[in-house]
């Protein structure tokens, strides 16, 4: 893929403006021997600490709905505040934390003057059938409309834009609702870093490879020797930095948080699948085993007492699925990677010649639709069924199909041309970039007996 070249002059700005908000910061010392990273305290970092400026503050969030189209706006002027609240979190992905009297949401990290914060839980905490869970993707983000609508609500109440609105003007967040562009996150920021992560201006064509993502969930963290879709880097809490590399945070900033991501590694490192809460048909369960053993294991592992997983990458063309991600990071800006503070300085802990996918773990599979990495297809069933996968589709916010194990959805004949934008970004376009539902036609090859008792399987992980 072609980088894009934006205007000299709109981006020289951005720079600029980027550059003045970082000037400050000492640098603090990490005194990696002397610390004990804690779990707890990661968990607490994630919810109290904003590690990037603040998208948006209480005041905003309660009043974002007078920035939604009319009849979403007359419904929410009428109903009571805690209704409204609901409207809120429901319209942006948002869950109220657990234990918390505020009930401030989740999803974002609440610093002690009431700024909100983009977190690590914006898109790696969500629910699934109703349940929520720190760790799970979450699959009803609304990223860009969130920014969007934080934007004209600070316009309306003439507050004063804040850095990451001057960002959000280029920057796409995500096209489809459940899916955002996070591959920003890293190479994209990286152009503005020499090794030693000092913000520079970026030397080279900006490589700016837009497209959108469904998170992974992060329990298989600790079985995975590389990160990430392609597999290009190892596990470290270094790599969990790319998220800072915002040109707002300077070096020092970075750097200064490096025991709190010690402390988030640890977290990720004990977060567990949950179990499927249904019931499951042993019997059938049992046949779809011996199929996953004989088809599947030798990419995906083994389950149960002494599951191994293999940490195998599959060559794109063997796998067949879309190939924007893989074509997003090139194997320059893996060497740019390799060569920085975020591995070490140690490109030993890269690898620059991935050739495709990662065939990911497939622990608490049931919990993490929509599937393939891009989240094109909602349901376990449409992956083993690739005729039957839809190609436009929208997903319901809260059902979950126990059947066919995934996302409910509807479909439609073509992309929606009437509603809002936000109405519009609920739908997935499987014929847009990065956004394909073909390939992985592996479990095709099977009979369909054996799909069925392959699903009942897939249950039980
Ligand atoms: C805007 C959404 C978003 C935010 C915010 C975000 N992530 Fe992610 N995360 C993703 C997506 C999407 C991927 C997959 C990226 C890829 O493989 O190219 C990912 C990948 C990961 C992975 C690799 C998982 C694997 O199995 O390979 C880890 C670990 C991770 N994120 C942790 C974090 C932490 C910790 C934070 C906060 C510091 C964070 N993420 C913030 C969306 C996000
Ligand atoms: C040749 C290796 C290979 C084989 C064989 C294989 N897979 Fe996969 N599988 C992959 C790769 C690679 C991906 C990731 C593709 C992507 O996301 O683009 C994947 C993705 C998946 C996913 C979606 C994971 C997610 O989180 O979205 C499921 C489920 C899955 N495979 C199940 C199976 C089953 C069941 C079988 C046996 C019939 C099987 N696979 C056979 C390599 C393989």
Redesign the pocket.
Known sequence: MRGVLIPAALFGLAVIVMLAASAQGDEAPTDAKAFEPSAARGYRHVLDTGYVPATLDEKVLAGIWMAWPEADRAAAEKADPAARRAMVFARYGFTPRPDDPKGAPLQLARAKNGDLHLSCFTCHAGQIDGRVMAGLPNVNIALQSLVEDARATRTALKLPLRAHDMAAGFIPHGGTTGTTNAVVFSIVLLQFRNQDLEVVPPKRRLHLPHHDL?A?PLWHYKRKTHLY?DGFAKPSHRALMQFLLVPMNNKAKVVGFENDYRDIQAWIQQVEAPKFPYEIDKALAAQGEK??SA??A???GTYGKDGRYPN?I?PLE??G??RARFDAIREEDRLVYSRSWLSEYDPQRVRLDTS?????P?DG?WA?AP????GSVPT?HH??FPDERPRFWKRDPKAYDKTRIGLKFETAEAMPTEGSRHDKRHWFDTTAKGKSNQ??D??AK?SKPARRA?LEY?KTL
Not at 356 to 360: K, S
Not at 371 to 374: F, P, Q, R, S
């Open positions: 469904d992974p879709m199929v996953f088809s599947c030798a990419c995906h195998r599959i063997k796998v699925t879309d495709g996918y990662v065939a990911p497939l599979i993490t599937y393939l990495h891009n376990l992956l083993f390939g992985h592996f479990p099977l392959l897939l």
